[in-house]
């Protein structure tokens, strides 16, 4: 009889070992951070506006000096947020309607309830007929603050003290906001992703099946040293 094999824990499939403080911990020992990018339809520039918005671009990709990466995926369009928007809206013009004093303003506040009623109903058949999907754009800056190989051959395993950690993260700040500066001048947003919004985006590249409304938990676990991932 055939003895079964052990798989592989998950972990071993996930390329990060940990999140702390926003800083991204990979097997191989790289650190970066993570800035989530805004979006200009150049369709909607005039021709010179679109050529000067690409070289701007072009002149801050040249002036890195550091390795970066950009990734470009897309996700189903957000809706909760305005459906509940709205939820809050038709509860205050329910509780309005109900202290109404004259048969006018009733009239009024329910021919707006009915209005959004119709409304939410429409939001709702056209999220879950058509599947709209939006484009996020992601800025990634790594950094390696030592050499693994040396560091396996002289120790066996992967170290990382906490100096050199709060070290590479200045640098991957500094680095950053440097990213910021020049895409703010070019008129594009940033946001610098914390520990959640970074596992928000590992759980869409490892479970893009999975609808948005159905909660998964999906912890990273990480100390002063290389953290360990760890899925619940």
Avoid: C
């Avoid at 052990?6 to 071993?12: C, K």
């Avoid at 001048?185 to 970074?198: F, K, V, Y």
């Amino acid at each position: 009889m055939m003895k079964r094999r052990d798989l592989p824990p998950t972990q071993e499939h996930i390329y990060l070992k940990g999140i702390l403080d926003g800083i991204t911990m990979a097997r191989n020992g790289t650190l970066a951070v993570v800035l989530e990018v805004g979006a200009i339809d150049i369709a909607l520039l005039d021709p010179d506006q679109r050529t000067a918005k690409i070289m701007q671009l072009d002149d801050l990709w040249r002036s890195l000096r550091f390795e970066s990466q950009i990734v470009i995926s897309t996700r189903r369009q957000e809706m909760r947020s305005y459906l509940r928007y709205l939820e809050e809206r038709l509860s205050a013009w329910e509780e309005e309607m109900e202290r109404a004093q004259t048969g006018q303003e009733r009239e009024r506040l329910e021919h707006r309830i009915d209005l959004l009623y119709r409304q939410m109903a429409h939001l709702e058949a056209l999220a879950q007929g058509v599947n709209a999907l939006v484009r996020t754009y992601h800025w990634v800056i790594p950094h390696n603050p030592f050499l693994v190989e040396m560091q396996r051959r002289v120790t066996g395993r992967e170290v990382l003290t906490e100096e050199q950690f709060r070290e590479a993260q200045q640098l991957l700040m500094e680095r950053a906001h440097r990213v910021v500066r020049g895409l703010a001048r070019i008129g594009l947003s940033t946001r610098l992703e914390d520990d959640e919004a970074i596992i928000e985006e590992i759980l869409r590249f490892y479970f893009p099946t999975i609808p948005e409304e159905v909660p998964v938990e999906f912890r990273l676990v990480a100390s002063p040293l290389l953290g360990v991932a760890e899925e619940v």
